[in-house]
């Protein structure tokens, strides 16, 4: 009897992860995706259910392997000359402020994320918080006083819309063009943040 509620659950899990992956091939189209080689057949599944041509790669040994794929499409440029067009650095002490935009961005802005945990200079920091305000979310006035409660919001390069979804970005973005992360918290006499 345990063996079949096991059996359940993964039925179940089976099934929620394929229309994760369904929704996310739907939104995004890719051209190519890479995935673990037992989850190749769910790929390739979503893939055709929803008429798209792209290319599986699978990490680990088989047919689609990531191997095979950079055998047949590498065009032996050498290492030293590639080069990162946008590095993003996340610093440990106020990862909390910009982890969560260098993470969903990345590919997208052509950024590659540093992460360091190196102490952070003065000048980086504040370059980084002067990217936030604090939004009272009724008036979406700045709030400027102590103690108040309020919606951080954020501004930048590496997040300017919800991709292929216009009713989620205009929800999500001032007119501005501030995003509100929906997050809440209050600053104190000092300017530091607490939620």
């Known amino acids: 009897m345990e063996k079949k509620a096991e059996k359940k659950r993964e039925e179940k899990r089976r099934s929620d992860s394929n229309e994760e992956i369904r929704f996310l091939f739907n939104t995004t189209k890719p ?8 989850n190749y057949a769910d790929f390739n599944r979503a893939a055709k259910d929803l008429d798209l041509t792209m290319k599986i790669v699978t990490f680990g040994d088989g047919d689609h392997s990531f191997a095979k794929f950079m055998k047949k499409y590498d065009d032996c440029t050498p290492d030293n000359q590639f080069r990162v067009i946008k590095p993003a650095l996340t610093l440990s002490s106020v990862q909390w402020i910009s982890s969560y935009l260098a993470s969903l961005s990345m590919i997208t802005a052509n950024h590659i994320k540093v992460q360091t945990s190196s102490p952070v200079t003065i000048d980086h920091a ?40 216009p009713e989620a970005t205009a929800k999500a973005f001032s007119a501005d063009g501030w995003y509100k992360t929906g997050d809440l918290l209050y600053m104190d006499e000092n300017g530091c943040g607490y939620n």
């Open 31 to 38: 051209k190519i995706t890479f995935c673990e080689v037992e």
């Open 126 to 165: 504040i370059d980084i918080i002067n990217k936030y305000k604090l939004v009272d979310p009724k008036t979406g006035e700045v709030i400027t006083k102590p103690n108040q409660i309020g919606e951080l919001w954020t501004k930048g390069p590496r997040f300017v819309e919800y991709y292929n979804n």
